[in-house]
């Protein structure tokens, strides 16, 4: 196991750093099973394993999930990758535009203002992607575990994969989800479309980092962060 200073753990419960993968992490300390949609390359690895969590990501770009794997050799068989694309339904075929930040940015949906923040990055190849639902994955059990904390950063498609969750969400107890305040993609959910759906699934937000802005700090990016209001969870 990877042990962190003080010093970072401070950091990493002040806030998010994606040079790091590091995560608003007072909502994990007694997570015990962690999904992850939209993995990359793995960023938030080293934090998962301070934390001794069992974790599944999910990836659907292949060149990316392989070096995803690769990353998580290490870590004992407790960090888990599976090369899926989650969405509302499944069985739908889908057009997945591939980002040039190493995919961080690749999305079902075409930029729209994201240049606003990243002004460099572009859509450099897509491929053809078939969806399954987050509750198919789960009912299949896969994967061993049930999460009860459950991470999303799919670039404007996270209310999306939350739709495709509903039977699931009464068992999970946080859900930390990236959402923009303005149009960075074109039909992307926002942070008042997320939380209206989550409200109405019996969450409540309990915090609201800002993690990326454009220069004149008029549109910004978050991770939000919920719990289940049902205590008994």
């Not at 990493?12 to 993968?21: I, L």
């Not at 002004?119 to 049930?146: A, G, H, N, Y």
């Not at 404007?156 to 305040?181: H, N, T, Y």
Request: proline residues 3%.
């Amino acid at each position: 196991k990877i042990i962190y200073s003080n010093s970072f753990l401070a950091t990493a419960e002040a806030g998010f750093d994606h040079k790091t993968g590091r995560l608003p992490n007072k909502h994990l300390s007694d997570a015990k099973s962690i999904l992850h949609v939209g993995g990359n390359i793995g960023q938030e690895r080293f934090l998962y394993n301070y934390l001794d969590v069992n974790s599944a990501y999910i990836e659907p770009i292949p060149h990316i999930y392989n070096t995803l794997l690769s990353n998580l050799n290490q870590y004992s068989g407790k960090q888990k990758a599976f090369n899926l694309f989650f969405h509302e339904c499944a069985g739908i075929k889908y057009e997945l535009n591939i980002a040039s930040n190493h995919g961080s940015a690749s999305s079902i949906c075409d930029f729209k203002e994201h240049s606003e923040i990243w002004p460099d990055v572009e859509f450099t190849d897509k491929i053809s992607v078939v969806s399954t639902t987050l509750d198919v994955f789960l009912s299949s059990k896969v994967w061993p575990f049930f999460p009860d904390t459950l991470v999303i950063d799919v670039q404007g498609a996270e209310l999306d994969v939350l739709k495709g969750s509903e039977k699931s969400l009464k068992f999970i107890k946080w859900i930390q989800v990236e959402a923009s305040d303005f149009d960075a993609y074109e039909g992307g959910c926002q942070v008042s479309d997320i939380e209206s759906f989550l409200t109405n699934n019996n969450f409540s937000r309990v915090e609201k980092v800002k993690v990326s802005s454009s220069n004149n700090k008029t549109k910004n990016y978050f991770e939000l962060i919920y719990i289940n209001n049902n205590n008994s969870i």
